[in-house]
């Protein structure tokens, strides 16, 4: 048996948990789990506005069976463009290639979709509402979870609990009590879903676009059934300021960028705007399991990242297919769970590095900063450098000739196809065999930078790393 643990937090860090709790759930079940959702908010509807998927969690939505439907509620993406506030593109991607890259396109839709399709697949009997987890423990044997419910406290005995309660999560705090916790990441958000009836004379590309200012920074993105939505719209600022700021705020911040970002701003409704402050864990964990090995921490509980690469919902379906085929292969629950962690967290943590920089980059204010990043990006129209999936667990079958080949940080990348080697007959003719070794790996980068520049190696070394961030971020 297994127990997720819902808690306290903000509303986005809620709206979170909420479908990493259902994707883990949804995949234990499949592998033959009873399990039993414990939920803090009284009631279990949707909320949000539109979420991103990747190549690498569609992936994993074929896994635990919501593939189909994903695809039949979602619109499938892959053309995706990074734009100045006056509208000069910077980089431009298409269908084709990410389908060629990765095998199948991203999608995106609305968050209240992808919970329906996340809570019509767990048994409506394994969720109790209403539940606000308060603290887990375990031993070698088992776990336990105290709870309190609408009937007052509660206990409960399981075989693994599985805390998927957010950035702000209680029961993180509870087993690593050293661990400083979430840090600020320096910027505000803003969110919001543009209804279809205001959207077609909003004439938004077809495509995931995001738009970089001095310090703000504006996405949007196509939904199904004409919807419109504008994924963040970014300020660096304190944490907590600006809290009152309504759209006609968020219109003079923007007041003279590109078509449609003020068009959108005005077609919102106001009752959907949401504001947040971004969290991450700075300060990785030193695991993601308990000291007992029955309880572990999946999703933002373990790897809070920032939104700029978008890969946290990603990352937590990743962690629920993981932890399901970890379960499935070994009927010693700590010892699934040190499997787990091992082939999750150095691809995590170094995700949460990775974002954490981008946005900091992606955030730069002043103007010579600015103008250097906006460089840093290979020359519209290319091809961006070529890399391997860093995809542990969903992949697909690979092709004859290839091998899967461990890395130092615990991943598993897609090797190239390999010709048998000869052995090497010295002239004493007694056989002495060479190791085998892959080809070297050759990148050709296409890269513009200002008229008159001289790189140094360091600085084509940021052009072709920044470059690659954007295109990681959105695959």
Same mark, same amino acid.
């Given at each position: ?19 990493r709790g259902l994707a883990?759930?949804?995949? *234990?079940?499949?592998?033959? #789990? ?26 994993? $939505? ?13 619109? %499938?993406?892959?053309?995706?463009? $990074? ?5 000069? #593109? ?20 609305? =968050? ?12 409506? +009997? ?16 088992? +776990? ?58 909003? /004439? ?45 705020? $968020? ?5 003279g960028w590109h078509a ?13 705007? $949401? ?11 030193? /695991? ?33 297919? @993981?932890?399901? %085929?970890?379960?499935?292969?070994? %009927? ?14 150095? =691809? ?40 391997? /999936? ?11 000739? @290839? ?29 002495? *065999? ?18 008159? #520049?001289? =790189? ?7 052009? +072709?790393?920044?470059?690659? =961030? ?6």
């Open positions: 048996m297994t127990w997720e643990g819902g808690c306290d937090g903000q509303d986005r860090d809620r709206r979170r948990r909420r479908h883990a759930a949804q995949a *234990l079940t499949q592998t033959g #789990w009873q399990v039993t959702l414990l939920e803090q908010a009284p009631e279990f509807g949707p909320v949000g506005a539109g979420i991103t998927l990747a190549p690498n969690a569609v992936r994993a $939505l074929d896994q635990i069976g919501l593939g189909e439907q994903l695809r039949a509620r979602g619109m %499938a993406h892959g053309a995706a463009g $990074l734009r100045t506030a006056s509208g000069r #593109w910077l980089l431009r991607t298409s269908v084709e290639e990410l389908e060629q890259r990765f095998g199948v396109p991203a999608f995106a839709l609305h =968050r209240a979709d992808l919970h329906r399709m996340l809570a019509d697949a767990v048994p409506a +009997a394994s969720l109790r509402i209403g539940h606000r987890v308060t603290s887990a423990s375990d031993d070698r044997d088992q +776990a336990t979870v105290a709870w309190q419910g609408p009937g007052g406290p509660g206990t409960a005995s399981a075989d693994l609990v599985v805390a998927a309660d957010g950035v702000h999560s209680r029961l993180r705090a509870g087993l690593f009590p050293e661990h400083p916790g979430p840090a600020y990441a320096g910027y505000v958000t803003w969110r919001g879903l543009v209804p279809a009836q205001a959207a077609p004379a909003l /004439r938004p590309a077809p495509a995931v676009t995001e738009t970089w200012g001095r310090g703000k920074r504006f996405g949007i993105v196509p939904l199904a059934g004409g919807q419109v939505y504008w994924w963040y719209a970014t300020a660096s600022l304190p944490e907590g300021a600006h809290a009152d700021d309504h759209l006609a705020d $968020l219109g003079a911040r923007h007041r449609p970002i003020p068009q959108l701003l005005q077609a919102i409704p106001l009752p959907a705007l $949401l504001r947040h402050d971004i969290y991450h864990l700075d300060t990785p964990l030193p /695991r993601y399991v308990s000291g007992g090995g029955r309880v572990v921490l999946l999703g933002d509980a373990a790897h809070a990242l920032t939104p700029d690469l978008r890969q946290g919902a990603r990352l937590a379906l990743e962690d629920a297919v @993981t932890l399901a %085929a970890s379960a499935n292969r070994q %009927a010693d629950v700590p010892a699934a769970l040190a499997a787990y962690d091992q082939a999750r967290r150095a =691809r995590t943590q170094r995700l949460v590095r990775v974002s954490a920089q981008f946005g900091r980059i992606a955030q730069w204010q002043g103007p010579l900063a600015a103008r250097l990043r906006d460089a840093c990006r290979p020359h519209p129209g290319r091809r961006l450098p070529a890399r391997q /999936r860093r995809d542990p667990v969903v992949e697909p079958a690979r092709s004859p000739g @290839t091998r899967p080949t461990g890395t130092p940080d615990g991943d598993t990348r897609q090797a190239a196809s390999l010709a048998p080697t000869a052995p090497v007959v010295p002239a004493s003719g007694a056989p002495k *065999l060479r190791r085998q070794t892959r080809p070297a790996r050759t990148t050709t980068r296409t890269v513009a930078t200002p008229a008159g #520049w001289k =790189r140094s190696t360091a600085q084509s070394n940021l052009i +072709a790393r920044c470059g690659r =961030r954007v295109w990681h971020g959105y695959a």
